[in-house]
């Protein structure tokens, strides 16, 4: 019985001091606790690049696009709001434009100095997005002000980390300001 009993001690105490000793599952509660923070501090990095790498690419339609105004193109070939916005989306990748998702504003005004005005019209009194796209045809030699703004969806603004300016986008906005060519 002395016996049995020093050997149940002997175990129980075995126990407890390889209990205090293992750290085998350490690493991956730390891992658990350590994930969620990280893998959304990279998603959150991912995106905000993405952003960046796409205004850039939206920026490059709009001067395309706007092109085809400052040469007397779209003069010529009779463009509306609807058509400015296709001739960007046509410089954008197929998955990246949505029409819906654009809203364009194509102004000529008297002089440089006016054109910080002209870039404000996208916007009503309050400070909210016009959802009416507007087109005004210039001639040779006006003064064209440019907005192009797109509705860019950001997957962070579930995780309410804030990178959305509007709900949950991002206004992707470009704005040009040129005098057109004299063409005849």
């Known amino acids: ?16 001091t390889a209990f205090g000793k293992n750290d085998s599952g350490a690493t991956a509660l ?9 893998f959304t501090l990279v998603l959150a990095i991912l995106e905000a690049g993405l952003y960046h790498f796409v205004n850039r ?15 007397g193109q779209a003069h010529d070939s009779g463009f509306n709001a609807d058509t400015f916005k296709t001739h960007i989306c046509d410089n954008l990748p197929d998955f990246l434009c949505s029409m ?26 309050d400070g909210d997005l016009k959802e009416d796209s507007n087109y005004e045809d210039a001639g040779p030699g006006e003064i064209v002000v440019v907005n192009a703004i797109y509705k860019w969806p950001m997957i962070t603004s579930v995780l309410d980390l804030n ?5 949950n986008e ?13 063409w005849n």
Not at 1 to 13: A, E, N
Not at 30 to 38: G, M, R
């Open 100 to 125: 819906d998702r654009l809203v364009v504003d194509v102004d000529k005004v008297e002089s440089f100095a006016l054109a910080k005005s002209a870039s404000e019209s996208l916007y009503d009194k």
């Open 163 to 167: 990178l959305a300016d509007h709900g």
């Open 170 to 182: 991002r206004y992707l906005t470009s704005t040009m300001v040129f005098r057109n060519e004299p």
């Open 1 to 16: 019985m002395r016996f049995l009993k020093r050997l149940l001690t002997s175990r129980r105490k075995r126990r407890r």
């Open 30 to 38: 730390e891992f658990a606790v350590l994930a969620l923070p990280f």
């Open 57 to 71: 690419m939206f920026d490059n339609a709009v001067i395309t696009a706007s092109r085809e105004i400052r040469t």
